[in-house]
């Protein structure tokens, strides 16, 4: 156990996670916020940099740092088509759909979706959205029992309810602010830790350092990739797959444009996206070069692929910049889980609590179902995360679940919308991503190996777009034929 390095990121973690939510809870007090959203959506008043590093670092958290540590074992650097994926994501976000919802003045999706649709569609979406969501925090708090694991020793379940328990300090003191003024602080030394820590690692190595991690790939039979495109068979199996399920689906998931709805304008989601997209997508070079770093070392290999790099990490690095490094990690995980334990929240207070069962409640009312969503979805995170699913497959295949919301949002906005429609195309595409999951259809109709996405996002668009031709519908929210 190196407790000097734990002691270090816990007292990091809380002094920052309670000196920042103290604050922010006081000074939202003190300006009588409470009515205005402020705990979930900041008052719909966040400022360039707040948008610009919660968007980066929501979509970062776990599936960045352990999940791709994870997934270089078995694709090499092909697997920053993740993080590919992400920057498309950012962009569609800040350009597109986080500047529809702004507009429109929503807080959440679903209730787009009503406003569009109709009350059904709205609880069909909110109560899948819900279950999508939950899924990722599951695999956050995954992502901080290893970190923590690597840290002291323990077993890995013991690090994930430490860390559920800090994911839910992170958020439930202030909310949205309180989220988006941590970031702005655990990016500015994530950023300093990794970057000085690829240095310190490149001395550190045996031989030529980086140049012979290369050599012992090279040499090795079936060594990983070094080309971060890859071959044809990693682009159709991996590629295009990962920027369909995470560009399609996260542009219209509650978790992302919960802060593309608590910008301050439209003009801020279109000034965030030059910041947030490098932020998100410079990290994963970062990470397949010390993955790959940790492959090459036989001492570190043999851990295997979820705790190799970290352990790589603690051992070579001098343990100011392991703690600092660790302490950055933890932050940004701890950022995803706290937007994703918020989001979930947010989904059940607003559509499901006072949509059906109390229309009349104030927001102060609301905040208090979402604090207790936070802490009733956090503690269910912990529990589940203890059965260790693969993170970065286990995101994969959840986000495929939201891709045919995306035709139903977008066509909704644009084209037509028949509430028919859209019922049958999200059931048609979650039916066959349970039974491409569960049963073998997929060796049936001679399609193995083709990724949930794919059927998923080609479901969706063939039934809303079929549907809509055929039936018709009212014209689209910013249809022209809409606002006449």
Not at 115 to 123: A, C, H, I, M, Q
Request: glycine share 8%.
């Amino acid at each position: 156990m190196r407790q000097g390095i734990l002691l270090a990121v816990i007292a990091y973690e809380l002094i920052t996670i309670v000196g920042v939510g103290v604050w922010v809870a006081r000074i939202q007090a003190r300006r009588k916020l409470a009515d205005q959203e402020s705990f979930t959506h900041a008052g719909h008043g966040l400022p360039v940099p707040a948008v610009a590093l919660t968007l980066a670092l929501t979509v970062l958290g776990a599936v960045h740092v352990i999940g791709v540590f994870e997934m270089t074992w078995d694709l090499g650097a092909p697997v920053l088509w993740f993080s590919f994926a992400h920057v498309i994501l950012l962009s569609v976000i800040c350009l597109a759909t986080g500047r529809w919802v702004r507009r429109l003045k929503m807080s959440t999706v679903p209730e787009f979706l009503e406003s569009g649709y109709g009350l059904r569609t709205r609880l069909l979406v909110s109560s899948a959205m819900i279950g999508a969501i939950f899924g990722i925090i599951t695999l956050e708090a995954q992502g901080l029992g290893v970190l923590f694991y690597t840290m002291t020793g323990w077993p890995i379940q013991v690090g994930c309810i430490v860390g559920g328990v800090l994911g839910v300090l992170y958020v439930i003191l202030a909310g949205m602010r309180e989220i988006s003024f941590l970031n702005i602080i655990n990016a500015a030394v994530m950023y300093f830790a990794i970057i000085l820590s690829v240095i310190f690692i490149g001395f550190a190595l045996p031989g030529d350092g980086y140049n012979t991690v290369a050599e012992v790939h090279r040499a090795a039979e079936n060594g990983p990739s070094l080309s971060p495109i890859g071959d044809l068979g990693v682009i159709i199996g991996f590629g295009l797959p990962i920027i369909i399920a995470i560009a399609v689906s996260q542009s219209v998931s509650q978790m992302t444009l919960q802060t593309a709805m608590s910008a301050k304008s439209e003009k801020t989601l279109v000034r965030s996206m030059w910041i947030a997209a490098p932020v998100n997508g410079m990290f994963a070079v970062f990470a397949v070069i010390l993955a790959l770093a940790a492959m090459s070392l036989p001492e570190f290999a043999d851990r295997g692929p979820k705790v190799a790099t970290t352990a790589m990490l603690v051992e070579l690095l001098p343990p100011w910049l392991a703690a600092v490094l660790l302490a950055a990690f933890v932050g940004v995980i701890l950022s995803t889980f706290a937007m994703t334990a918020l989001a979930s929240s947010t989904l059940f207070a607003k559509d499901i609590y006072k949509r059906l069962y109390r229309q009349d409640a104030n927001e102060a009312e609301v905040t208090r179902v979402t604090r207790v969503g936070i802490v009733v979805f956090g503690s269910l995170a912990m529990v589940a995360s203890m059965f260790m699913p693969p993170i970065l497959a286990g995101v994969a295949w959840l986000l495929a679940w939201m891709t045919p919301v995306f035709w139903v949002l977008v066509y909704g906005l644009f084209w037509k919308r028949n509430e028919n429609v859209a019922i049958a195309a999200l059931l048609a595409a979650w039916i066959l991503n349970s039974l491409w999951t569960y049963t073998d259809l997929a060796d049936w109709v001679g399609l193995a190996g083709v990724h949930n996405a794919y059927v998923t996002f080609s479901a969706g668009f063939v039934v809303t777009t079929l549907g809509n031709a055929m039936f018709g519908g009212k014209p689209g929210l910013m249809n022209k034929a809409a606002r006449a």
